[in-house]
């Protein structure tokens, strides 16, 4: 199993252009996340999806949309990068929301530069 | 809203020595806690997570946490620190619907020779 799957790994934008940032889990788990982590800030949540077909914002959402393609698939469009958009963003998953001590299961990251 | 606090944004130990990483929860019902670890350029993986089944919990690579409800704390150690154990460390508490997670500020770990 790969597991978290992420893509790309880097990616450098300037101000005002669009990308997608692709996950894909092959643990059959059924919630996926978006996190964005920053410099003395932790992880912060931007969007997650507690089950296909659903999408939720989260604590820093303002920017970015989010599409639950499948079961497997999560990914996040920022449709006008902005500067301060800049950061690594994780992919998450969990098995399920109904077994409240299940973890989380992280990627390994995309980092992101917007000039 | 259930929030954890990280004492620490960088801890600097010698190896071979004990490792101490503070968190405090606040929360009025029990918490479902977790420490994450991250490794340079890497994801987070999971070190350990408490299940109220016991208050010290064994993780992996020889860390450990203690839940005190009194203190609201979840401190993590390890009684002999290893250079292999510099990284970053997270403390986060599911929060809400959804399981999701909000993560402490980090503390990162420095083992020096």
Known sequence: ?115 | AQSVTQLGSHVSVSEGALVLLRCNYSSSVPPYLFWYVQYPNQGLQLLLKYTSAATLVKGINGFEAEFKKSETSFHLTKPSAHMSDAAEYFCAVRTGGGNKLTFGTGTQLKVEL
Not at chain 1, 74 to 80: A, G, N, V
Not at chain 1, 95 to 112: A, C, H, I, S
């Open chain 1, 1 to 115: 199993n790969a597991g978290v799957t992420q893509t790309p790994k880097f990616q450098v934008l300037k101000t005002g252009q669009s990308m997608t940032l692709q996950c894909a889990q092959d643990m059959n788990h059924n919630s996926m996340y978006w996190y964005r982590q920053d410099p003395g800030m932790g992880l912060r949540l931007i969007y997650y999806s507690a089950s296909e077909g659903t999408t939720d914002k989260g604590e820093v959402p303002n920017g970015y949309n989010v599409s639950r393609l499948n079961k497997r698939e999560f990914s996040l469009r920022l449709e006008s990068a902005a500067p301060s958009q800049t950061s690594v963003y994780f992919c998450a998953s969990l098995k399920g929301v109904t077994d409240r001590y299940n973890e989380q299961f992280f990627g390994p990251g995309t980092r992101l530069t917007v000039l």
